[in-house]
């Protein structure tokens, strides 16, 4: 699976978590450009990415996340 | 009666607990931790000293963050102040992956459907300022004047310029924010959750902002 592949899945995730129909990411969103995007937000959003993508993070891995590029780059490291 | 400041460490983890969930409860007997997660005070206790374990830096569970006042080798208060998104990333989003790594798969579950109703009393915390996690002080030691020396004591660790300081406190507790505003904290945003549920989850439906005004509130040490 290649980025924009990644990218696509996970446009129909955060829409879904964050309940925003539009909402659409770009590899530079970081969590203080969305409204609600707290911790337990945030707790949601990973599960779910994990689910969605048959993968498990490590706290070291998600505590390096900065912006949606970083996720993308770590979830294309475990595919 | 003799008091020493001095940095938190690993044999500090349970009374840190302690604070921690002291200050979640804001004067009130309301826990997150067992209204959203389901988890007993006693359990969220170890579940904290587990997160403070982790070593993580720049967020209300980082042991780092916090400093203990001392009296007869005992402590009898401590303050959490952090700089925000020092590494670039924001303190929430540490924190949730702190719980979510610590906590059970099932107690986190259980809070998915929460989300939306928690999320409303989120306040964004600036990048780059001070973020006051916390001041707690022992019933016995209270009185003394610990508030300010702790806070005095950490603000000057962490201020290299003229950063902002900023606590969040929720609105239901009188007597941290009268303590804040003796400091020099003036309330400068609010927010008030609308959702019917809120008041069975949250110590409060209103979260407050507060800023310190380092012209009159902090003596530097």
New interface residues.
């Given amino acids: 699976m290649n980025r924009s592949e990644i990218t696509e899945k996970l446009n129909t995730i955060f829409p879904t978590?964050f309940?925003k129909p539009g909402l659409s990411i770009t590899e530079s969103l970081?969590?203080?450009d969305v409204d609600?995007?707290?911790?337990?937000?945030?707790?949601?959003l990973?599960?779910e990415v994990e689910k969605s993508f048959g993968i498990t993070f490590k706290?070291k891995e998600?505590?390096k996340?900065?912006n949606v590029g970083d996720m993308i780059e770590i979830i294309a490291s475990k595919l | 009666m003799e008091i020493l400041l001095r940095k938190a460490g690993p044999t500090d983890y349970p009374f840190l607990a302690e604070t921690i969930i002291n200050a979640e409860k804001s004067g009130g007997q309301t826990l997150t931790y067992t209204t959203i997660f389901g988890i007993a005070e006693e359990k969220a206790k170890d579940y904290i000293i587990q997160m403070l374990d982790e070593e993580i830096e720049h967020c209300e569970f980082s042991a780092e963050a916090f400093l203990i006042a001392e009296s007869d080798g005992k402590a009898v208060g401590a303050v959490c102040c952090w700089i925000e998104a020092a590494d670039g990333i924001a303190s929430s989003i540490l924190k949730g992956n702190l719980l979510r790594h610590t906590l059970p798969k099932d107690n986190f579950e259980k809070a998915i459907r929460l989300g939306p109703i928690i999320s409303e009393l989120h306040m964004e915390y600036e990048a780059g300022s001070i973020q006051v996690g916390l001041v707690y002080v022992t019933e016995a030691a209270r009185g003394k004047g610990l508030v300010k020396r702790l806070l005095d004591g950490k603000i000057s660790e962490l201020r290299t310029g003229d950063q902002h300081v900023y606590i969040q406190v929720f609105g239901n507790n009188a007597a941290a924010i009268r303590a804040y505003e003796k400091y020099g904290f003036a309330t400068v945003a609010q927010k008030t959750a609308i959702h019917p549920e809120i008041n069975a989850y949250m110590p409060s439906d209103t979260k407050l902002l507060m800023k310190l005004n380092t012209a009159t509130g902090y003596e530097p040490i």
């Fill in positions: 978590v309940n970081t969590a203080s609600g995007w707290d911790s337990l937000t945030h707790m949601i990973i599960s706290l998600l505590n996340m900065k």
